[in-house]
């Protein structure tokens, strides 16, 4: 909204108060509230429609609508935005391993899991397992919902990097944090 219509509408709605035999005070209120209210209305109600739709725990919309292939080019566009190398390993024979990030000595083993449940620890399994045949020094387990107690501790006890739908959104930051300190 223009300041010129701003400064108008309040004028309007100011005179308008007064000459409905309002008080003083209540005349000058809207006539500051009234653009106030115009110029950010649509972005209030546009807020508010977003935050109907957002997601719920655990429930990424970005993620919600994808296959699993889909999900790894996801994280593989993620990793690359880090400046990392990205290899996607051939959907057989992978040895567990979906995405390679980064170079030797330090590659990344990644197994991506797009799941509607809790991830169990046959996916940390997998990667573990798998990161010493495509040559890499640690392992990641990312998915778009939550990992199973069981999967938490075998991945304690390796090493493996867990990333559930919660942490999603800092992937990228943990990709690059991974990066610089190893």
């Known amino acids: ?30 006539a500051v509230l009234t653009p106030l209210t115009l110029a950010i209305g649509p972005r209030l109600t546009a807020g508010i429609a977003t935050g109907l739709r957002t997601p719920g725990r655990g429930e990424r919309s970005v993620t919600a609508q994808m296959t699993g292939t889909e999900f790894e080019d996801h994280v593989a566009h993620i990793a690359r935005s880090c400046g990392a190398p990205v290899i996607m390993t051939p959907l057989s024979g992978d040895w567990g391993v979906d995405l390679i990030i980064g170079r030797r000595p330090n590659r990344i083993a990644v197994q991506c899991k797009r799941y509607s449940r809790p991830v169990g620890p046959g996916a940390v399994q997998e990667v573990v397992a798998g990161a010493p045949m495509q040559d890499c020094a640690h392992t990641m387990v990312v998915t778009n919902t939550a990992f199973t107690p069981a999967a938490r501790k075998l991945a304690e006890r390796h090493g493996t990097i867990l990333v559930g739908g919660d942490e999603l959104p800092q992937l990228r930051r943990i990709i690059t944090g991974l990066r610089t300190n190893r």
């Open 1 to 30: 909204m223009r300041i010129t219509t701003a400064a108008l509408t309040g004028l309007l709605a100011g005179a308008a108060t007064a000459i409905s035999g309002a008080s003083p005070t209540l005349s000058v209120a809207a």
